[in-house]
Every structure is written in structure tokens, then in C-alpha cells.
């Protein structure tokens, strides 16, 4: 079955960082570029960033650089997103999302993985 | 960046009911448009891409259409799975993918 199994939920203080993780199952990781969206409490949607698995080349939304690192592990099939220097705002959950093909949609998506921040 | 605007914010409609949705971009996309469905504690779902082309095992009642700045998501006959929330997507000027804010459709 094609799926992405994404880490469970975290808890975290304002400071610390958090690292999710997301399974690929039922095709290649690295034969699609990986996505990482968030949406805050009762929010809309926040592309994060994206992970070539094959190269591991990344680009990150602006809002994000300097706090936001993805890396992959294509031997166990997956990637990663790990987010420092967390604050309240970035309560949320986070989704990883596989895209289609070059510049398009995304197809499969993680189930999502909530991390709240919380001192 | 692109940025997408969606109208309305909300409706409330019937079972039954033909619903569409718009979403308008801030400059020029093409037909690089992309929709998604979210249900309460669900991630979203793919619907339709490239405007108008049918996400494979999605019902022939959804439907896309527009191209440049202007789009629409039209639901044929809401049926009561269909009560959640929709936001359109740009990939055509990327990174960054945007999305819209959403509409919610709920039960009248």
C-alpha cells in the first residue's frame, strides 16, 4: 500500500526543536520530491520547505531559514524535518506531502503529526 | 510570491446542491492550479491538478475549470461526504507553493 507514516505526536518548550519523521511505504523515496506543510490551530496551509531524496538538494521557505533542516535516510525510506528554536506559534501540525512531478501537486500526504510548544 | 485568494470564506449548502468555489491568483498562473480537500483531523486530499484533470479515484461530480488568474471547483450534487474544507494550490511560480485560505462547506 502507498502511504506515508509520519512520527507520532510531541510535546516541546519554547526553545527546544523537534525532529519528524516520515515513512515512505509502496514506492521509491527517492523517486519524488518530499514536501513539508504545517497548519496552525484552526489555520490554513504552510508550505515549509522541500527535499530532493535522490540528490538530498533542499530548498526552504523563507519564513524558515536558519530554524528548518530536512534531511532523508533512503536506506529505512525516510525523511525528515526537524525545526529549531521553537516557539508558541509554531504549534501545529505538520505534514509531510509527495509531489507529483516538477513543479506540481501533491499526490499522498502523511497523516500529519502535532507538535505543540508549551512551556 | 503568488498569492491565492479563495471566495467564499464559508457557505452552507444542501445535499443535492450544485456548489462552486473560486479562487483567484495574483498574477498569471497558467492552469498550474491545484485543489485539495481537508476533513476535521484528516490530512488533505489531492482533487484535482492542473486546473481541471480528475485526482484518480475521485468522483466525476467534482470538476476544475479556468486558467490565468481566475479558477473554479465545482461539486455537482453535494453529497453529505463532501461537507469539509477546500483550498486551491499554485504550482506554477515555486517555491514557494501557495494556498489559498479555505472554504468551508457545511450542512445547511
Known amino acids: 500500500q502507498v502511504q506515508l507514516v509520519q512520527s507520532g505526536a510531541e510535546v516541546k518548550k519554547p526553545g527546544a526543536s523537534v525532529k519528524v519523521s516520515c515513512k515512505a511505504s509502496?514506492?521509491?523515496?527517492?523517486?519524488?520530491?518530499m514536501h513539508w506543510v504545517r497548519q496552525g490551530p484552526g489555520q490554513g496551509l504552510e508550505w515549509m520547505g522541500w527535499?530532493?531524496?535522490?540528490?538530498?538538494?533542499?530548498n526552504y521557505a523563507q519564513k524558515f531559514q536558519g530554524r528548518v533542516t530536512m534531511t532523508r535516510d533512503t536506506s529505512i525510506s525516510t525523511a525528515y524535518m526537524d525545526l529549531s528554536r521553537l516557539r508558541s506559534d509554531d504549534t501545529a501540525v505538520y505534514y509531510c506531502?509527495?509531489?507529483?512531478?516538477?513543479?506540481?501537486?501533491?499526490?499522498?500526504w502523511g497523516q500529519g503529526t502535532m507538535v505543540t510548544i508549551s512551556s | 510570491d503568488i498569492q491565492m485568494t479563495q471566495s467564499p470564506s464559508s457557505l452552507s449548502a444542501s445535499v443535492g446542491d450544485r456548489v462552486t468555489i473560486t479562487c483567484r491568483a495574483s498574477?498569471?498562473?497558467?492552469?498550474?492550479l491545484n485543489w485539495y480537500q481537508q476533513k476535521p483531523g484528516k490530512a488533505p486530499k489531492l482533487l484535482i491538478y492542473?486546473?481541471?484533470s480528475l485526482q484518480s479515484g475521485v468522483p466525476s461530480r467534482f470538476s476544475g475549470s479556468g486558467s490565468g488568474t481566475d479558477f473554479s471547483l465545482t461539486i455537482t450534487s453535494l453529497q453529505p461526504e463532501d461537507f469539509a474544507t477546500y483550498y486551491c494550490?499554485?504550482?506554477?511560480?515555486?517555491?514557494?507553493?501557495?494556498f489559498g485560505q479555505g472554504t468551508k462547506v457545511e450542512i445547511k
Open positions: 506531502a509527495r509531489e507529483r512531478g516538477t513543479g506540481d501537486a501533491f499526490d499522498l
Open positions: 509502496g514506492y521509491a523515496l527517492n523517486g519524488y520530491y
Open positions: 527535499i530532493n531524496p535522490n540528490s538530498g538538494d533542499t
Open positions: 498574477q498569471s498562473i497558467s492552469t498550474y
Open positions: 492542473a486546473a481541471s
Open positions: 494550490q499554485q504550482s506554477y511560480s515555486v517555491p514557494p507553493w501557495t
